[in-house]
Structures are given as structure tokens and as C-alpha cells.
């Protein structure tokens, strides 16, 4: 039977996937701009996200929203168990989204150079970030009820284990494909070819890391498969993931970046809902007793406030991604640089 | 140290300096639909050229704003997160409908009209200014919904310990939330209006492409002069009128009234004292606070008195922001009131000394809207929600006063940074003044 928290389960997974695809390449240019020396190879870079990375940033915000509104116990034990981490996070959003602006009216190439940095870096940090986040969740979180209020307390140098450092590189690499893929849509000549390149780096190391954390949450989180290989969402997610990894480097061979952009959001996708399916109906498990972990029932606003986020969620959300596809289309094609560009 | 003392510093500085970013969008935004309309119906390159010159330096304003903003949707999480959890069920679906209904909105178009000036038609560069001022609006009301019910809740029942939404439209049109929206969007077209002209004033004094600024110059003094006047009357005045019946002690501590009476006077001027607790230096109008509060000059209105020592807001801060943000609103009519005579009569263009307050007069609503803002959340204490909950029970049990003082600390050094970087651009920016009007748009 599906009820509302079920539906607001999945709601808050679309959210985060549409963050994950959208921002996902976003966070990818800015880990490659790092690596860009030519100036105007740079400004494509940074021209080729320029008109969308703040609505894509959106999808972030939104969900965080979403979760406040939907699971205000997992919105107030999560981020307030994660503070260090959370400020972390925060201050590398900041830099990013001021980092075009004013990357843009600096005239000294040492300015220019220093807001690349911060782009780069405010990139780089929230992809990680991204992956250690999950990672973390996937563990458990010491979830326990103290003056019986629910807390999670857990120290930064405690987020960053080994086991969720490794998710959070593997979500590093998987974003820089995915930006890679992206850039290789925009740019053209040298640009691609040295894009393509990063895509058939960024995918070995892909798949190695993926296997390997794979492997590794079997002794970290074993609970998390029960249940898994008897189902048939199961499989046939994990089908389209396997074939949307294989189809990447195919469909960047025949150049068709379309198809391979395609391919990549699949697999951010599935991969996100592979984990979302794992956990289900656990939001966070707690670490010290899973009795204790938080779900979609026990973390949950009540019908009424769920139903409500649902009539908004129904009307606003086809209006956002009719929009998003509007822009996308003015905005299609190779960057091209005028006057007005970053 | 006081975590929660430290954790109110830390909100309070974060959205303090937010706030000074998003009234300068939504002024300047509505202000650029109304200019680029007229550019493109009256096909004037005149106000193209002030749509490019101020519509870049909304995109400056605008990534600041977004920057500082981000904060904010995950704040009350991580210090608030007591706070969070009873109101989560009323307060966490204004937020979410601001993402959805807002910051797509304004972002998404954003970038088109920022990007798209050569790329779409006319109408559709003029639908994305359009909708960015939309979207900036529809997210300043549903932000103030979500502060309108921590002054005034409603639509709730209080139930196994956290505040349950019992009906949604009556948590939204709580008694406070249209008359806050009203005072608090047209302070931000103010803000707008006061920065177009200080800016275009500028421009003049330094001879820059006097053709557009001065004609921006008009404009934003024109539409200056009737956003400050509305904003006294009604917008100011039904604010104030709502705020006597709903929130009385914040009411008699905004207007220094110690002791209930009837024929209640209005402090123009007075030096609050806490302790013991009087006015001094006082310059009053006997019976004008009744009147202004209930239509009759021999209306009863309550004093700080009548409520518990406890439960009363601090006096001498909501007394003196609110005091300072009213004759910042008088200030706002009589200038842009001169000024528009002067731009009738033609003389304002030689008049330097005019000239010059203008510009220096930028930052004035932007601090009217803190003083506004410090009057109300200061005056809403000791509640974090008026009458339901603590804002000493609000914070976050897990972190300490040690975390907290960090992020203190470096948001302090980002948001000077950021200021400073800022204001150096813009000055560049403004230095550098508007494009001539190109050869094309001329012609056509």
C-alpha cells in the first residue's frame, strides 16, 4: 500500500537525484576549471553553466525545504549532528556562487585567478561532501533519545571515516565524469578532445571506486541488502544502472555527448536509488540500535502537512521543470563568448 | 558562554546581512520591468540602456543575495533544531513552497535575462525580468509567513509536544502576515528606488551619459516619492494598528508606553530608560497613540505593566530601532518629495549639494529595514514563537558554544570579505557607468 510517507520518501528522493543530475555537472565544471589553464577554455567553462547553475543550486535548497517540512526530526537531528560539516559545506556554496560575479569584474589576472579558485574549490568540496553525507547515512548515525529528545551527535573528524570518505571520492569522481560530459556538449576542438579524455579517466576510476565501496558496504552496513536480491525494483534498477555505465564511454567514442549525458543522469540516478531503496523505510539508521533509527513514519509531519506538500509539490513542481526545459533549450549548444558572458 | 545567546548572535548576523541584499532585488527588479517595458513598447535605447546598466548590477546584488541565502534554509536545522522540531509540521511548508514557487522561479529567469538580451525576442526578455521580480516577491511572502507565524501563530493545535497544522490557509493568512508583507515589500521597493537614484545621481554629478541618468534619475525619484509615502500610510499604519491588538507588549515597548492609560500619548522623541523604568527627554502627543491604535484619541493601551517582569521584551533596543526606522521614513517622503519638485522645475541637475545626499542616502532604507526587522524579532522575545515556545528551549542540544562561536567567526570574516569585495566591485562597476546607447538601438 503506498501511503503519504511513502510518497514523501520518494518525493525526497526525486529532489535529491534532480540536484544530484542538475548541480551534479555543475560541481563537475568547477572541479575541471581547477585543472583548466587557458583563459578562454576557462571562460567556457565557466560560461557553459553560467545561465543555470543557480536553479540547479535550487534543487539543493528545495529539498532542504522538503525534508524540513516532511521529516522535521531527520531536518533537526541530521544538521545539527553534522554543524562542523554543515559550515564546511556552506562556506564552499558561498565562495561558488559569488565566484562568477566577481571572477567577472576583476580585472587583475591574480583576482581572475583567485575566484577561479574559489569556484574550483567550491566546487569540489560540496561534490565531496555530497558523498561523505550518504556515505555516513548508509553507515548509521548514533541516533539515541537523551531527555527524551532524539540527537545524533557525532564529531567532524567522526564524519570523516574512512568508509564515508570513500563514498565521498567516489561522488568527487562521479560528479567530474558527469561535468566532463557536459563540458564535452559545450566546447569543441582541443577543449573536447581533453574533455573526452578526462571522461575515460574519471570512468576508470569510477567503476574501480563504485566496486569497491559496493564491496566494502557489505561489512560496513550488511543490513542494508536484506531483502534486496528477492526484488524485482531491485533488479531492474540495477540493470539500467550497469548498462548506463557500460553505454558512457561507447556513446563518448561515437561523440554522441547527448546520448552519453543521458547515460550518466541514468546512472546518478540509479545509483541514488539503488541506496534510497536500501534504506527503505529507514531515513537514518542509528548506529547504536537500529530499534532506533529514524524513519519515514516516526520522523514524519502528519498527514495533513504531508498532504498539503504534496497539492504544492503537484502544482509547482510541473511549472519548474516545463520552465528549466525552456531555458535549457534557449541556452543549447556550444558557449558562445560576447561581451555580456562571465 | 551562553550557547544561546551566541546561537542568537550567530542568527542574527547571517540574516542580518542577508538582509540587506534581497530588497535590493525586488526594488530594482519591479523597477527594470517597469523600465524595460518602456523600452521595449516605447522602443526608447534610452531605457534599454538603463535596463543593461542596472540589470547587470542586479546580478551582482543578486549572486550575494543567493550566496548569504543558502544559509538560511539550513540554519534553523543546525541551531534551531528544538525549534525545528516543533514547528516542523507548520513552519518547514512555507519554506519548501519558496524553493518551489520562488527560487526557481527567480533564478531560472535570472540567467535568461541576464544572458538571453540577444538570444530571445522582446517579449520574452521582458516575461524574464518579469518573472524574476515575481519570483523575488513570491519568496519574500512566503518567508514572512513563515516569520508572521512565529509572531502571530494560527491555524495550529499544540499536540504530543510540537505544533500541529490544523488548517493550512489560516497558518498562512495569520493576522500579521499580510500587513508585515505589505510594510516589508514595499520597504524593499524603497530600497530599490533609493539605489537607482543615489546611483543615477552620481552618474550626473560626473557627467557620465547624462541622457540615461538622467532619466533613471527622474524615474527612480518619482516612483521613490510614491513607495515612501505608501509606506507610512497605510502600509506603516496598519502594520502598527495590527500589531495592538496581536502582540501588546511588543506594541507598548516599540512606543516606550511603561503604564497602561487611556488618552495614551505618542513618544516623538525620548531617551528610553530600563531601570527604573521610564522615558526621559520626552516629546509627546497626548491621546495620537490611542488614536493611531484604535480610532479613538480615549482608547485604553496597554503597558509594559500589565504583563509578567519575564515575559516582557528588551525596551531600549525595539524602542530606539523602531523610533529611528520611523523618522528614516519621513526622511525617505521629504527628500524624494524635494527632489521630485526640483526635477520639475529643472534646477535639480545643477543642484549638487541634492545631488550629493542622493547618493549618500543609498544605504539609509537598507538600514531602515534592519532597525524594522531588529523591532520586530528583538519585540517578539522572550518567545521564539509568540506565547508557545522559549527561544531558550529553541537550540540545538547537540552543539556547543565552542561550535557555535567558530561559525561565528567565519561567517564574520566571509561576510566581511564578501562586503568588501562587493562594495568594491559595484563602485567599479558604477564608476564605469552605463554603455552609450548603441548605434541600432538609436535607429530603430
Known amino acids: 500500500m503506498i501511503d503519504l510517507n511513502i510518497i514523501w520518501f520518494l518525493l525526497f528522493g526525486v529532489l535529491i537525484i534532480g540536484y544530484a543530475i542538475l548541480d551534479g555537472f555543475d560541481l563537475g565544471v568547477g572541479v575541471i576549471q581547477l585543472f583548466t589553464k587557458d583563459e578562454n577554455e576557462k571562460r567556457i567553462n565557466i560560461n557553459s553553466i553560467g545561465p543555470v547553475w543557480d536553479g540547479n543550486e535550487v534543487w539543493l535548497l528545495t529539498g532542504g525545504g522538503a525534508l524540513f517540512a516532511a521529516f522535521p526530526i531527520v531536518y533537526a537531528t541530521v544538521f545539527s549532528g553534522f554543524y562542523l560539516a554543515f559550515m564546511l559545506l556552506l562556506t564552499a556554496l558561498i565562495f561558488r556562487a559569488v565566484s562568477f560575479e566577481f571572477r567577472k569584474y576583476s580585472e587583475k589576472p591574480g583576482e581572475k585567478k583567485r575566484w577561479d579558485l574559489a569556484f574550483g574549490l567550491g566546487s569540489l568540496v560540496p561534490a565531496l561532501l555530497f558523498g561523505v553525507a550518504l556515505g555516513n547515512i548508509l553507515r548509521g548515525l548514533p541516533v539515541e533519545l537523551k531527555d527524551e529528545k532524539v540527537v545524533s551527535s557525532i564529531s567532524f573528524l567522526g564524519l570523516l571515516n574512512p568508509y564515508a570518505l570513500l563514498v565521498g571520492v567516489l561522488s568527487l569522481v562521479l560528479f567530474t565524469m558527469h561535468g566532463a560530459i557536459y563540458l564535452s556538449m559545450k566546447s569543441t576542438g582541443r577543449q573536447r578532445d581533453r574533455m573526452i579524455s578526462w571522461i575515460n579517466n574519471t570512468w576508470i576510476a569510477y567503476v574501480v571506486l563504485y566496486s569497491i565501496a559496493t564491496f566494502a558496504t557489505f561489512f560496513v552496513a550488511p543490513y542494508l541488502f536484506k531483502n534486496m536480491l528477492g526484488s524485482l525494483v531491485f533488479w531492474f534498477m540495477f540493470i539500467l544502472l550497469f548498462v548506463a555505465i557500460l553505454f558512457i564511454p561507447v556513446a563518448a567514442r561515437m561523440k554522441k555527448f547527448g546520448l552519453a549525458f543521458i547515460s550518466s543522469s541514468v546512472m546518478i540516478a540509479m545509483m541514488i536509488g539503488l541506496a534510497a531503496l536500501s534504506l527503505f523505510p529507514r531515513l537514518v539508521p542509528s548506529s547504536i540500535n537500529l530499534e532506533n533509527s529514524l524513519t519515514i513514519y516516526n520522523a514524519s509531519s502528519t498527514p495533513k502537512t504531508l498532504t498539503t506538500m504534496l497539492i504544492i509539490a503537484l502544482i509547482g513542481m510541473p511549472i519548474v521543470i516545463g520552465y528549466t526545459i525552456f531555458i535549457y533549450r534557449i541556452f543549447r549548444g556550444n558557449v558562445l563568448i560576447t561581451k555580456d558572458s562571465y | ?444
Not at chain 2, 24 to 45: F, P, Y
Not at chain 2, 286 to 306: C, K, M, T, Y
Request: with cysteine.
Open chain 2, 1 to 444: 558562554m551562553d550557547p544561546v545567546l551566541l546561537a542568537r548572535f550567530q542568527f542574527a548576523m547571517t540574516v542580518g546581512f542577508h538582509f540587506l541584499f534581497p530588497p535590493l532585488t525586488i526594488g530594482l527588479s519591479w523597477m527594470l520591468v517597469i523600465i524595460e517595458m518602456l523600452g521595449w513598447k516605447k522602443k526608447s535605447g534610452i531605457y534599454v540602456a538603463i535596463g543593461k546598466f542596472f540589470g547587470k548590477i542586479l546580478g551582482l546584488i543578486f549572486a550575494v543575495g543567493v550566496a548569504t541565502g543558502v544559509v538560511m534554509e539550513f540554519q534553523f536545522g543546525t541551531n534551531w533544531a528544538e525549534y525545528s522540531k516543533f514547528v516542523g509540521d507548520i513552519f518547514g511548508a512555507p519554506l519548501a513552497a519558496e524553493g518551489v514557487f520562488a527560487f526557481f522561479l527567480e533564478s531560472t529567469f535570472l540567467g535568461l535575462y541576464l544572458f538571453g538580451r540577444e538570444k530571445v525576442s522582446k517579449n520574452v526578455h521582458w516575461f524574464s525580468i518579469f518573472m524574476v521580480a515575481v519570483g523575488a516577491t513570491i519568496s519574500a511572502f512566503w518567508i514572512i509567513v513563515a516569520n508572521s507565524w512565529q509572531q502571530t501563530p494560527a491555524g495550529y493545535i499544540i499536540l504530543q509536544g510540537r505544533a500541529e497544522l490544523t488548517d493550512f490557509w489560516t497558518a498562512v493568512f495569520n493576522p500579521s502576515t499580510m500587513v508585515r508583507f505589505l510594510h516589508t515589500t514595499d520597504a524593499a521597493l524603497i530600497s530599490g528606488a533609493f539605489f537607482m537614484a543615489g546611483v543615477s545621481a552620481y552618474l550626473v554629478l560626473k557627467g557620465k551619459e547624462l541622457e540615461i541618468s538622467k532619466k533613471a534619475l527622474t524615474f527612480a525619484v518619482i516612483f521613490g516619492l510614491v513607495v515612501s509615502m505608501l509606506e507610512v500610510f497605510p502600509f506603516g499604519h496598519e502594520h502598527g494598528r495590527v500589531l495592538a491588538q496581536t502582540q501588546p507588549e511588543k506594541f507598548a515597548a516599540i512606543m516606550g508606553l511603561y503604564s497602561s492609560q487611556n488618552e495614551a500619548p505618542l513618544a516623538l522623541f525620548a531617551v528610553p530608560f530600563d531601570h527604573p523604568p521610564e522615558l526621559k527627554a520626552h516629546i509627546k502627543i497626548p491621546g495620537l497613540l490611542s488614536w493611531l491604535a484604535f480610532g479613538d484619541i480615549h482608547a485604553r493601551v496597554q503597558g509594559l505593566n500589565e504583563f509578567p517582569k519575564e515575559e516582557v521584551p528588551p525596551l531600549f533596543l525595539t524602542f530606539v530601532s523602531y523610533h529611528n526606522m520611523v523618522i528614516l521614513g519621513m526622511y525617505f517622503i521629504l527628500i524624494t518629495a524635494f527632489a521630485s519638485y526640483k526635477i520639475f522645475k529643472k534646477t535639480i541637475w545643477e543642484s549638487k549639494k541634492l545631488l550629493k545626499t542622493l547618493l549618500w542616502s543609498i544605504p539609509l532604507p537598507l538600514i531602515a529595514c534592519q532597525l524594522g526587522w531588529i523591532a520586530a524579532e528583538v519585540g517578539r522575545q522572550p518567545w521564539i514563537v509568540y506565547h508557545l515556545m522559549k527561544t531558550k528551549d529553541a537550540v540545538s542540544i547537540t552543539v556547543g558554544w565552542g561550535e557555535i562561536l567558530f561559525s561565528i567567526i567565519l561567517f564574520g570574516v566571509i561576510y566581511i570579505l564578501l562586503g568588501w569585495v562587493f562594495i568594491k566591485l559595484l563602485v567599479k562597476k558604477v564608476k564605469h557607468g552605463p554603455e552609450p546607447i548603441s548605434a541600432k538601438e538609436a535607429l530603430s
